[in-house]
Each structure stands twice: as C-alpha cells, then as structure tokens.
C-alpha cells in the first residue's frame, strides 16, 4: 500500500512558527525538516528529570520540554497547535504546552479532592480542555472541564457513569465525549493500589460535550466484570474502539478489544488465544490508522505491538518490542515507543512514558 503522509512539510513548517522553529537545536530543525510525521511522548531522562519529546517518526529527536513531574498521556490541540500533558494518577497536575511559543506553560492544579487519571483530550475546536478525574472520597469518575480560551479555568465538571475513567476521547464532530470507566476503584491515601477487584463494574460511555448529559452507557457483561477497559481511539467513520486490561485470573482468555459506534451494542475482537496469552492479557494502548484502516495495539506486559484488520479483525502483524508502551499512527503502520527508550527506528536515551499523540493535524 502507498504511504500516505499525514501532513504536507512546508504545511506543518508555516503553521508551526517562527517562534518555535528558532528555538530548535540545528539537529532537531534539520530532523523536522526530513520529517513526515511528528509525534509527543512523556519521558524521563537519565536525570531523573521529567518532560516531553517531540520525534520524527523514524525516532529522531526534534525538541524537548521539561514538565514538574511524570506524565503518563497527551492530548495534542490541532487547532492551537498545543500540548497537554497529564500526571500519572494518582497525580495532581497537567500542564499546557504552546508548540508555537506563543505563550509560557500553564500548570493546572486538580481541585481539592480530586486527582488526574492521565487522559484527557481537546474539543475539535480546541476551546475546551476535557480531563480525566477521580472524586476519590465519593468514589466516582468526573470529566473535569476546563476553558482553553481563558487561561485553562475550570468553569465544571461531569459525571461519568461509572468509576476509574482512565481515558477520554471525544467524536470528530465535537457532539461525543467517549469515556473509558475502567471500574477500578482508588484513593490517593493507598497509592496506586486497586482496591475493588472483586466488585469492579468496567464501562464504555457517551457523554453529551455540550452539557455533559449522559447519552449511551455501555456496561461489560458479568462475565467480564474483571476486563478493565483502559483506552479508547476513532476510526473517523464513527465507530469506536477500545482496549482492556484484565484483572482476573491468568489462565482466563477474554477478549482484549472491541468496538461499538452510537446505537449499537459492543463487539469485542477475536483473537487468537496464542496473540491473547502474548499480549499478557493486557492492552496498555490502542490506536487506529485511519487511512490503512488498521487497529493497532501495545503491551508492555507481553512486550508486543499487534496491528489488527479493522474491517475484519484479522491479526496481520505482530512485532515483538520488550517492555511496548505507546502507539500511533504513522505514515505507514504504526509508531512504537518502549519503557526502555525504543521509538520506532530509533532507541535513545530516554525512558519514555505509556502513551504517544500524533501531531500531524489530518489524524484526527
């Protein structure tokens, strides 16, 4: 199949601005430059110092920015053309970052009572920020809301049906916010420790982006009520995908992915008990490559990247990369980080966080 670049270069160089563009090390303007696609990934140097790096999509090093602590995800503002990063839960911050130098960083602190899960995503329009939280004492997932156009104020919050909502995404017309409830209850005063694995009550939910109404709520069948689901991408055809990680025992085989579009029921992905057992019974990214039309996913535990059909849900790849954390489409396939420094191509020395965003503005 022909590559298909996912954003013209002298496109990306112009929006990119002079600002940012003067700032780079002649290394990263010269990686740039070469580039077809540009990605983000939360890191931590042999420093002990945490940050973001910007890299090409054949592992090249663009640009680095430093952030107060670890991150776990991203949510990329095409519109803005900004970064924001997410603390690890039970973490207290996100921080918001202008790739066009525009404006300092914005630190955001979690309201009392409240933590980041490490997801969160921008609205279309990129006027508002929607971010993960856990109202620990009460025991419930809330979507905090937040202003992008006035200093990132929080003006609400939203219910999300549920308990643990790990990841957020929001449908291309701006209209769905999808929420995962992985169903794993936790309180800062325990860490990070499960507390619920008995009673967990996993969930996929639609959540209206204008007033946070609920719209569709999608709860795992009893049988799976140990399948935590985690992550969530769109396919840009309306349809959503999403992946687990289960908490129960090792021997089981559940399903580890599926998908619904709105209205529908949940259709999880077959795979091959051998691809289940590999991936550790844990999916720690999903991602979808629109223009190939594939599903691709990541498992640190099993130390694999899969990349699935979506149309048939046929396995057509499996790439073994120890300790696998992110993933994202790339002009080809898909582009893979690793605990270990791995990014695609490349390995650097960097020890990079779970999740990657693509930067290139048509892969939303």
């Known amino acids: ?19 940012f563009l003067a700032g780079l090390t002649p290394r990263g303007l010269a990686a740039m430059e070469r580039a077809d696609a540009l990605f983000a990934s939360a890191y931590r140097d042999p420093e002990g110092r945490f940050g973001i790096a910007t890299l090409t999509e054949k592992g090249d090093l663009v640009d680095r920015a430093l952030l107060p602590d670890r991150a776990h995800g991203l949510a990329y503002n095409a519109a803005t053309d900004q970064i924001a990063a997410f603390a690890r839960r039970p973490g207290t911050y996100m921080m918001i970052l202008s790739r066009r130098g525009f404006s300092s960083p914005v630190v955001i602190k979690a309201e009392d009572g409240r933590h980041f899960y490490g997801h969160g995503c921008f609205s279309p329009d990129g006027k508002r920020l929607f971010a993960c939280e856990n109202d620990f004492d009460a025991g419930r997932g809330i979507v905090g809301v937040y202003d992008a156009t006035d200093a990132f104020r929080r003006i609400g919050e939203w219910e999300t049906h549920g308990v643990g909502p790990h990841d957020l995404s929001i449908s291309d017309d701006g209209r769905h916010l999808i929420v995962a409830n992985g169903g794993i209850e936790t309180h800062p005063d325990f860490g990070r420790t499960k507390l619920n694995l008995d009673r967990m009550q996993p969930s996929l939910v639609l959540l209206d982006a204008v007033d946070g109404g609920l719209v569709e709520k999608h ?146």
Request: aromatic residues 8%; proline residues 7%.
């Open 219 to 364: 709860p795992l069948p009893a049988h799976l009520s140990q399948l935590s689901t985690r992550h969530v991408d769109t396919d840009g055809k309306g349809r959503i995908w999403f992946a687990c990680q289960y908490e129960g025992a090792r021997d089981d085989r559940p399903p580890l992915a599926g998908s619904f579009a709105p209205g529908e029921d949940i259709r999880f992905l077959v795979l091959p008990d051998e691809i289940t057992e590999a991936l550790g019974l844990y999916v720690g990214a999903i991602a979808i490559n629109r223009h190939e039309g594939l599903v691709g996913l990541a498992s640190p535990k099993g130390g694999m990247a899969v990349t699935v059909e979506a149309a048939t849900g046929k396995v057509i790849a499996t790439t073994s990369v120890k300790d696998a954390a992110g993933i994202a489409p790339a002009p080809t396939g898909f582009a893979v980080s690793s605990y270990a420094g791995r990014f695609r191509e490349k390995t650097l020395d960097l020890t990079f966080d779970q999740h990657i965003a693509a930067l290139s503005p048509s892969h939303l």
């Open 1 to 19: 199949m022909t590559a298909t670049p996912l954003f013209d270069r002298r496109t990306f160089l112009k929006a990119s601005g002079l600002a």
